[in-house]
């Protein structure tokens, strides 16, 4: 008897991809990978420490990934596109969530993965036109303890205690782009086609999912840990920067703190000062004092004692400086005028005295009136001549 049979390769099996008679969208998914470690921004880990936009890395431990109460909590989350702002619950689900999970999680490698539902027709053809990564949303707790991943990333932080809340359909997931949705081929295709991409960009081929997973992560790490060590070298040279141009800063500093102490500088503060603490005596009077080396400070006091009426402490420089520039031009035309007027009495003096000196002497009452006469005679003839 002859029975034509086919190969086991052409049988068609189900695709990962189903469609339901209404039109939903079954799929399974990786939502999460452990092992691995992943950055968040201090803000979103609430430390306040740090600015909240610094780079925190956590180890994500197999043992809390998959532990089966944290693996129970996916099943029945609310599947939504892209993290809502809050927390999805009985008062948000109907705005933002588009299908669920129909199972808990489980553990395939270092995955977890959950079967889903989605319903909404939109987020359904967005997944059609790629959008496919997965990440969740979740509490956790998260112990502050530094080492290293096993592919050699550092971490400060370990997470404990991972209570999902919901499922986000993301452009690039957290966990990188093996945290997506299963694709449409055949469990044998998906098998045969596995392709982990080099660094280089080329695609290889890998038989076994998990070391295809395997591979992909860490050669993720691997670029992650270039990438940082680029951010640091790049940090570094703008902290030496910033550390020459300090530097140069306090040469700058020092050389006018040295021009400041030298003997000539010294000698031409002790001038100025000098010169306006006589300057000082003159305008407030021979009594004036003040202790201070500053000639700013000296013309304050100075004018403060001419002009007390005024407030001088919380006067700028520069209306000091003109303020006694006006008082000094005063005094100046003040001592000018009292020059003036004792060389006008100086030389009425001489004169009645030289027309005393004229008049013959006699009895005190005859002299005193012929001084008189001639100073009288001599005002006139000024008058005339003028």
């Known amino acids: 008897m002859k029975i034509l049979l086919q190969d086991r390769a052409a049988i068609p099996v189900p695709s990962h991809r189903t469609y339901t008679e209404n039109g939903y969208l079954k799929v399974p998914g990786r939502v999460a990978l452990a092992g691995n470690v992943q950055q968040y921004l201090a803000s979103e880990l609430g430390l306040t420490d ?60 270092i995955a977890v993965v959950v079967d889903l539902l ?20 979740y509490m956790a707790e998260y112990v502050e303890e530094s080492g290293s991943s096993p592919d050699g990333t550092p971490y400060e932080f370990i997470q404990r205690g991972i209570a999902v809340n919901h499922i986000a359909l993301v452009e690039s997931a957290r966990a990188g782009r093996l945290a997506r ?14 392709k982990v991409t080099l660094d280089s960009g080329a695609k290889v081929e890998v038989a076994d999912e998990a070391s295809a997973i395997l591979i992909q992560s860490t050669i ?22 910033e550390a ?15 021009e400041k102490a030298s003997e000539d500088s010294i000698s031409k503060r002790l001038a100025d000062v000098l010169a306006v603490t006589d300057a000082a005596r003159k305008l407030a009077g021979a009594e004036f004092t003040c202790d201070s080396v500053s000639p700013l400070e000296i013309k304050r006091a100075a004018l403060a004692a001419r002009l007390p009426k005024r407030a001088w402490a919380d006067k700028s420089e520069a209306y000091v ?22 060389s006008k009495t100086t030389d009425s003096h001489r004169q009645l005295g030289a027309d005393l000196s004229k008049v013959k002497t006699g009895d005190a009452q005859t002299t005193l009136d012929a001084a008189y006469q001639a100073r009288m005679e001599r005002t006139a003839n000024a008058w005339k001549g003028n």
């Open 321 to 342: 400086s003109a303020a006694w520039d006006s008082e000094m031009e005063k005094k100046e035309a003040e001592d000018e005028e009292e020059e003036d007027e004792k």
């Open 50 to 109: 740090r600015p909240g936009n610094t780079v925190v890395n956590v180890y994500r431990p197999p043992e809390s990934v998959f532990d089966p109460a944290s693996l129970a909590t996916y099943d029945n989350a609310d599947v939504t596109v892209e993290h809502p702002t809050e927390m999805v619950d009985a008062g948000t689900f109907k705005r933002v969530a588009v299908g669920h999970a129909t199972s808990p999680g489980r553990q395939e490698g």
């Open 220 to 241: 993720d790490g691997l670029r992650k840990r270039v990438a940082d060590a680029e951010e640091e070298k790049t940090n570094a040279e703008l902290a030496k920067d």
């Open 118 to 137: 989605i319903k909404d027709a939109d987020a359904i053809k967005a997944i059609e036109d790629g959008k496919c990564e997965l990440s969740a949303g």
């Open 181 to 194: 949705l299963f694709d449409h081929k055949t469990p044998l295709e998906a098998v045969m086609s596995h």
């Open 244 to 258: 020459e141009a300090k530097a140069d800063a306090l040469d700058e500093e020092n050389e006018e703190l040295k």
